[in-house]
């Protein structure tokens, strides 16, 4: 079976550098599934999670914008800011979460709201990612095998 070969990078590291069955990324204009031979693209990327599917397992990555560019046989994602499920503190996540909650609930006069939804919406990404981590889909037993 084909493969591509994927390079998520961000300015200060690399996370990813391997071989995948297909990428789903937070495109611009939507979700995108990049199989191997998939047309030449560039496209922008928005904040979100996106996945690298390798055989039946998943990994998962936050990622804060920036662009990806495809060819047939690889794909690089150039984020702004991007995370690995493995390396988020889903604890800083949650407080993170219940700081911008609270921030959006008090609304005074100083409160930059769109700054506020902003970070929720951060921190509600890496808290999903987080709870992705170690979820692969080679681990969920077949319930059609039982009956």
Known sequence: MATLHVEIVTQEKRLFSGEADMIIAPGGEGELGILPHHAPLLTT???GVLRVKQGGNEEYFTIGGG???VQPDHVVVLAD???KADDIDIARAEEAKQRAEQLLKDRS???DIDA???SLRRAQ???AVAQKRGTRRADVPDRRKEQ
Request: no cysteine; glycine share 6%; aromatic share 6%.
């Open 109 to 111: 006069a100083g409160v």
């Open 81 to 83: 800011v991007a995370e």
């Open 45 to 47: 990327l928005k904040e």
């Open 125 to 127: 990404i890496r808290i």
């Open 116 to 118: 506020a939804l902003a």
């Open 67 to 69: 662009f990806m560019e």
